[in-house]
């Protein structure tokens, strides 16, 4: 059966750190995947798509890497603040270009 | 980014009556929105995808009697939870997706409405 799995269910990290969140995914043959952030009680924030044919992209502190083979994405932030603290959700999309997301992994930064 | 929004944020209402949630696309024209649902400490749930001038698909489990969908515009589909219950209860989202251009694919969401069923 098909299954998206982040790393872990919480990651806590220094201020000024590369925080980098893992994706792996199985039985999936995405076209694109999505990386969101979500904050409590609201809804997902859009951070970064990147396709099959893709291998990295990047948005000023964001970095999404995107492996086919592995079938893993990675998310990096870079020069983490306590700011970026929140849940981050890897999304993949399947047919209809309908979304299926992970569990999320929940970020703290600290001071 | 684009914005979406929805409306109401947060309703309460007694059990057997009937809830409907907008989401508009406001910056764009989306042929295709999504409704999804979140229960607490869990992912988001696809229930239905929603097509512009068309009926709209469900997920399995998701029964169409009760959460009846309309997509009557490029800018606006709206969600009607009928006979709502306390299982109902839940936070619910949408999605528009860029059909075109440079943002193709990608899909922003609304804010959620919260549901709360006594």
């Known amino acids: 059966s098909q299954k998206i799995e982040q790393n872990s269910e919480a990651l806590n990290i220094q201020e000024g750190k590369t925080a980098t969140l893992t994706c792996n995914y199985t039985n999936y043959s995405p076209a694109y995947l999505q990386w969101y952030r979500q904050d409590p009680g609201r809804g997902p924030v859009f951070l970064l798509l990147i396709r099959e044919n893709e291998k990295e992209k990047r948005k000023e502190r964001l970095k999404v890497t995107f492996d086919t083979t592995l079938k893993q994405s990675l998310f990096h932030i870079t020069a983490s603040q306590p700011a970026d603290s929140a849940t981050y959700l890897c999304a993949l999309a399947g047919g209809g270009n309908k979304l299926t997301f992970g569990t999320g992994t929940q970020l703290k930064v600290e001071l | 980014g684009a914005v979406v929004s929805q409306h109401p944020s947060r309703v309460i209402c007694k059990s057997g009556t009937s809830v409907k949630i907008e989401c508009r696309s406001l910056?764009?024209?989306?042929?295709?929105m999504f409704w999804y649902r979140q229960f607490p400490k869990q992912s988001l749930m696809l229930m239905a995808t929603s097509n512009e001038g068309s009926k709209a698909t469900y997920e399995q489990g998701v029964e169409k009697d009760k959460f009846l969908i309309n997509h009557a515009s490029l800018t606006l589909s709206t969600l009607t939870v009928t006979s709502a219950h306390p299982e109902d209860s839940s936070f619910y989202i949408c999605s528009a997706r860029v059909p075109w251009g440079p943002g193709a694919d990608t899909q922003y969401f609304g804010p959620g409405t919260r549901l709360t069923v006594l």
């Open positions: 910056d764009f024209q989306a042929t295709t």
